[in-house]
């Protein structure tokens, strides 16, 4: 399996989104990794339905994606990555999975989160997973969309 | 990279901007150009006239344009009729400008009007219809 991008975005598929990351990217898979959204039927139903025509689009728990990965039937997979939080990164990368960068696309503000750029707000454990994963060399950046330029994370959450 | 110019009736095509630059970040050589009620179809013209000239479309320019046969299509008609490297699509909406604006740069004018088209009618879906004929593939 390729690794076309990896994103982080706690909408994971939305709008045009991600037409535009598809074709930027040029992945011919989309895979949502997320325990959470994996067990969630409707989240799960929406995802399936909004992947753009002629890519297809697969929601796995964390476990299920590291297999995968690894899995040989599966290598003409171009993959788009998506993630609701760097913790889930920091997993699967943990379970062997070579990352080089990750694009931060948009994790929401919620009470006890800070607010790193508008579309990025991070609490204590996004943190420390983001550190673990620059500690591994590697890439963070931040981008809501293609054509914005690269933030580097790192610089946005050192003094917190 | 091919021009944009998006003309509606009201304010509609300055808002659709807006929208899409959600969606796909900043745009650069596009105009929106807006029908407001009382104006003229000359004066229409003019108004796209203007736009023009704030784009670069030696690559080529598509008008999107809201009613097929309303004020701002047959307004752009008059402009695009006389130019080779110029097309109109009626029926705009977001999908279609998102779609246009990834394309615009890697397609040719002929190719582009057909893919606007496609991402419009393609973007209109029924939840249900979707939801009773999906099969889920698992990994």
Not at chain 2, 20 to 33: D, I, K, P, Q, W
Not at chain 2, 46 to 69: M, N, P, Q, R, Y
Request: glycine fraction near 8%; charge should be negative; aromatic fraction near 8%.
């Amino acid at each position: 399996m390729e690794i076309s991008f990896v994103r982080i975005d706690d909408r994971l598929i939305h709008g045009q989104v991600a037409t535009v990351w598809v074709k930027e990217t040029k992945c011919n898979k989309i895979i949502a990794v997320s325990d959470e959204v994996a067990a969630d039927t409707l989240r799960k139903t929406l995802l399936l339905q909004v992947s753009p025509p002629g890519i297809k689009a697969y929601v796995v728990t964390i476990d299920k994606a590291i297999e995968a990965y690894n899995n040989p039937k599966y290598a003409d997979f171009k993959t788009l990555f998506l993630f609701t939080n760097p913790t889930d990164v920091l997993r699967v990368v943990e379970g062997g999975v070579p990352f080089k960068s990750v694009n931060v696309g948009g994790m929401c503000y919620k009470e006890g989160k800070t607010q790193i750029t508008g579309a990025v707000s991070v609490d204590k454990q996004d943190v420390d997973a983001f550190r673990k994963l620059h500690e591994k060399g590697i890439e963070l950046e931040i981008r809501k969309v293609a054509s914005d330029p690269k933030v580097n994370l790192i610089s946005k959450i050192q003094d917190l | 990279m091919i021009g944009v110019i998006v003309g509606t009736h009201g304010k509609f095509s300055e808002e659709l901007l807006r929208s899409t630059s959600m969606v796909f970040g900043e745009l650069e050589n596009v105009a929106g150009v807006t029908f407001e009620p009382g104006e003229s179809v000359n004066g229409l013209v003019d108004k796209f006239k203007a736009a023009l000239d704030t784009i670069d479309w030696s690559d080529g320019l598509i008008f999107l344009v809201d009613l097929f046969g309303g004020s701002p299509y047959n307004a752009a008609s008059r402009i695009a009729a006389n130019y080779e490297n110029m097309d109109i699509v009626s029926g705009v909406n977001l999908p279609m400008i998102v779609d246009v604006m990834v394309n615009r740069s890697t397609e040719q004018l002929g190719d582009l009007a057909d893919l606007a088209i496609r991402a419009g009618q393609d973007s209109m879906k029924s939840f249900r219809s979707i939801k009773n004929s999906q099969t889920e593939e698992e990994l």
